[in-house]
């Protein structure tokens, strides 16, 4: 005894488009819908096709209404909007400056020439910056 062929509904037209929509895989869907997938393919080829689009058109408007609309949601749609779709960002700019917002003190260093020191100094020297270097680790 063979099995009639499949007729797809209005209802299961919109269940595959939000299916594909969201995501689901074709074998997802084949099993919700409980058909095969070459089934699928052969019958919901246009939904499969268009679903996503569609899915993410629907969620734009919504987004887009709640952005331009009045209540809680309005700003934060409005900002992921102009973030997402014009460009905005947010930048930190960290400034630093020295004493009371004043200018940073640099004071420089006196070079030493080690060929001009006997061999007690060039050791004195020696473990002062070994020392240093063990302190910066």
Not at 84 to 101: F, L, P
Request: proline share 2%.
């Amino acid at each position: 005894m063979s099995r009639k062929p499949h007729e797809p509904t209005e209802k299961d037209r919109k269940q595959v488009t939000m299916m594909a929509g969201i995501g689901l895989t074709h074998d997802q869907i084949s099993k919700v819908m409980q058909i095969s997938d070459e089934t699928l393919r052969k019958y919901y080829y246009d939904e499969l096709e268009t679903g996503e689009a569609k899915t993410t058109a629907m969620v734009a408007q919504n987004l887009y209404n709640m952005a331009t609309g009045a209540g809680s949601s309005a700003v934060t749609a409005a900002i992921f909007w102009m973030k997402t779709r014009a460009g905005w960002r947010e930048v930190n700019r960290n400034e630093i400056t020295g004493a009371s917002g004043g200018a940073i003190q640099v004071e420089q260093t006196q070079k030493i020439d080690a060929r001009s020191l006997d061999p007690e100094q060039r050791e004195v020297l020696k473990q002062v910056l070994l020392a240093a270097k063990g302190n910066a680790k």
